[in-house]
Structure formats: C-alpha cells, structure tokens
C-alpha cells in the first residue's frame, strides 16, 4: 500500500507523463494538419489518403491521452486501429507512384487495405493487445513485392527504409511505457518516422 506522499507523487507522475504524450502527438498533429492545408486541391490523391490517415493516428492519439475518464478507452481503441489504416496510407501513394506494372499496384493496394481493415475492426471491436499484425502488415508488403523498389531513386528508398526503421525502433519504448516518458519518446519515433515517409511520397509526386 503507497503512502499518501508516494500517492501524490504517482498522480503528478501521470498527469506529466500524459501531458507530455498529448504534446508530443498533438505538435505531430499541428504538422500534419499544416501539410494537408498545403496539398489539398492538389492533384496527388495518393498523398492526401497518407495525410489524412496520419491525421487520423495522431487526432485520437492525442484525445486519448488528452482526455481523461470512460472515453479514453474507446479513444485508444481507436487511435491503435487508426494504425492499420496509416500503414495502408502509407503503402497507397508509394505504390501508385513506383508499381511499373499498374495492375499489379491496384491488386497490391486493395490487399493491404483488406488487411488494414480487418485490424482496424479487430483492435477497435475486440481490443487485440498485440503489436505482431502492425509489423507484419508494416513490412510484408515491401519485402514480398520486390518489384516496387525495382526504379526506386536511392535516396527514396533510403527514405522509405528510414521511415519503417524509425517506427520499429519506436517500438522499444512503447512495449517499456511504463516507464517515465517512454511513451512519449515512442511518439517522438512515430513523427520521426512519419516525416521520413511523407518526405519520400512528397518527392514522388
């Protein structure tokens, strides 16, 4: 049983520690809202669908940890499903802009999008506690479909590589966030990462 003092210290370790993650997710927010403001009325829909997934990701990442109480939950919910659908943001304009064969592409990005659904609805239905279906429908694609970095520019591919190691390596501190800020450096990772890619689609299109 804690102590009143130890008590005390807890409760103003947490409000730290989630404001710390709103901020972080929320300037990620502020970011990518900006580059949207930027390309809309654009004629590259590709990078929009990225956009407006990475939106999604750090819109409910940002109340969730923001907003305290009974919703917080369905909002991490949520926020982890909206995962699924950057991974396919992500994949869409990536694809349509390096497939040499366009037929190929579509089916490619139909299957990932199939998948992304399917967890979006599993994490936000059923609350699946796994990281294991993001790191699959994260690097599955790319290391089954060769074909798309065939003419890929080097400093793309470098981009692209970057970005998926980025939120890999995040990883390490989001499965230890019980640790003081380590949540908060996982989302620190998640733009790192997201900016890596959004420089990599932007430059194809």
């Not at 909206?82 to 990005?109: D, K, M, Q, R, S």
């Amino acid at each position: 049983m804690q102590s009143p003092n130890e008590s005390r210290t807890h409760f103003w370790r947490t409000i730290a520690n989630e404001a710390l993650n709103t901020i972080t997710h929320g300037l990620g927010l502020a970011l990518t809202s900006f580059a949207i403001v930027i390309q809309w009325g654009s004629s590259h829909l590709g990078c929009l669908v990225y956009l407006l997934s990475l939106a999604s990701v750090y819109l409910f990442s940002t109340l969730s940890h923001g907003i305290p109480g009974s919703k917080r939950a369905v909002l991490r919910r949520l926020d982890q499903g909206c995962i699924f659908l950057l991974i396919a943001g992500t994949y869409t304009p990536l694809v349509l802009a390096l497939a040499e064969n366009p037929v190929h592409g579509y089916i490619l990005i139909a299957e990932i999008w199939i998948a992304a659904t399917i967890g979006f609805v599993a994490k936000v239905k059923y609350a699946a506690r796994t990281i294991i279906p993001y790191v699959i429908l994260g690097w599955c694609p790319a290391l089954c479909s060769p074909w798309l970095f065939t003419n890929t520019p080097l400093n793309v591919a470098a981009l692209i590589v970057g970005g998926g190691l980025a939120y890999t390596a995040g990883l390490y501190f989001f499965l230890r966030d019980k640790t003081f800020g380590y949540h908060a450096l996982w989302h620190i990772f998640v733009i790192a990462g997201s900016a890596l890619h959004f420089a990599a689609i932007y430059s194809l299109t």
